[in-house]
């Protein structure tokens, strides 16, 4: 059991670690944007796709975290519903949990293209 939540514990952190990188690629996109735009033009347009590639990891690397966790989770939960039902609630709101990390990837993408757009 304990394998399974040191395997746990290292999704979760390389999706945060996942997020902080998409996180400084969101602030330096913008930084890179206006440089640009003094300097040479085109690559402004460099700046735009490292913003869509940043939008990309995160929402990709989120899912597949996010994944690997509701599989994890969901299997667990099902073991503890067949045992015991009234489980139900509390281990429906522990897959919620771990789906969560899915949508915090998809609002740091949101937040991405608005930033380059």
Do not use: C, H
């Amino acid at each position: 059991m304990a394998k399974r939540f040191k395997g746990l514990i290292a999704i979760l952190a390389v999706t945060a670690l996942t997020s902080l990188v998409s996180s400084f690629i969101l602030w330096l996109t913008p930084a890179m944007a206006s440089d640009a735009t003094a300097a040479v033009p085109a690559v402004s347009e460099g700046a735009v796709q490292w913003g869509f590639i940043a939008a990309a990891l995160a929402t990709g690397l989120s899912s597949l975290g996010a994944g690997i966790a509701v599989a994890g989770v969901g299997s667990a939960a099902i073991g503890a519903i067949a045992e015991k039902p009234e489980l139900l609630g509390r281990t429906l709101i522990l897959v919620g949990l771990a789906e969560g990390i899915a949508i915090y990837g998809l609002i740091v993408s949101i937040l991405i293209f608005n930033q380059i757009t």
